[in-house]
């Protein structure tokens, strides 16, 4: 099926409210599913919410009545069943809700995911233009992410910002929560002192009552130091950590 390429917007996000489910594999042996219908969509992507946040990088498999016109394959298909790459994440707050919504944009890439996903569905991917004019987007595998590596992306402060951390389980619900202090921060993450165990992908909350600023981030690696004192190396997720306070 052909398109007059990317550039021009025949990604043009389409308004279209189509129901739409959404799995996601957290590990080899977790999954959830979760209903929900489309703010936009193009043959290329689409953007949505869920209650829960997923991880920029992380493929979904999704299942929807998707118009046969913008499809890029099974077009005689009831349902269009595609694999597609989170690209950006973030947290909205209805007004009167308990929690938090989740909106994300989504990538298309394909009718099946590559075998490294088969191996380990926490691996992280980034996409690029496909050879082919038209053609969905490719994957290429992300470097994992060292401890200490988010924060030198790019300048950061050897502040100690008084926080709190709340750790968030896989369906969703807080399972520690800690008083305590930044080693670093950077506007794209943090090394933050904590007695909280945390494996690499779980989500965190760090939220800040003297700057009144709340952010969520992904733990990307733990280590304690030669201090002896253990640290968590978060990356923010759905907003960048406003530094202006610190001039």
């Not at 590990?27 to 489309?38: I, K, P, S, V």
């Not at 991880?55 to 595609?82: A, K, N, S, W």
């Not at 794209?188 to 939220?207: D, K, M, N």
């Not at 990307?220 to 968590?232: K, M």
Request: charged letters at 30%; a positive charge; proline letters at 6%.
């Amino acid at each position: 099926m052909k398109y007059p390429g990317k550039d021009r917007r025949l990604r043009e996000r389409l308004k279209l409210s189509l129901p739409a489910r959404v799995q996601v594999r957290e590990d080899a042996a977790t999954e959830w599913t979760e209903m929900t219908r489309l703010a936009d969509l193009t043959p290329f992507g689409a953007g949505f919410s869920l209650t829960r946040p997923v991880d920029i990088g992380r493929l979904v498999h999704m299942t929807l009545p998707m118009p046969r016109q913008l499809r890029c394959f099974d077009h005689v298909e009831d349902q269009y069943r595609v694999y597609a790459l989170v690209r950006s994440l973030r947290a909205e707050f209805p007004a009167g809700a308990s929690a938090p919504s989740f909106k994300l944009g989504v990538a298309f890439v394909g009718k099946r995911p590559p075998n490294s996903y088969q191996l380990d569905p926490q691996k992280r991917y980034e996409v690029f233009e496909p050879d082919e004019e038209g053609g969905l987007w490719k994957l290429l595998e992300q470097t994992p992410v060292a401890a200490g590596q988010i924060e030198k992306k790019e300048s950061r402060l050897s502040v100690p910002v008084e926080v709190t951390v709340e750790l968030y389980d896989e369906n969703w619900n807080i399972t520690a929560r800690e008083e305590t202090v930044t080693e670093n921060i950077s506007r794209r993450g943090a090394a933050v002192y904590t007695t909280i165990r945390a494996e690499r992908g779980r989500f965190v909350r760090l939220t800040s009552a003297r700057y009144q600023t709340s952010a969520f981030a992904v733990v990307r690696a733990s280590r304690t130091g030669n201090d002896g004192i253990p640290r968590l190396h978060v990356e923010f997720i759905d907003r960048e950590w406003p530094l202006e306070e610190f001039g």
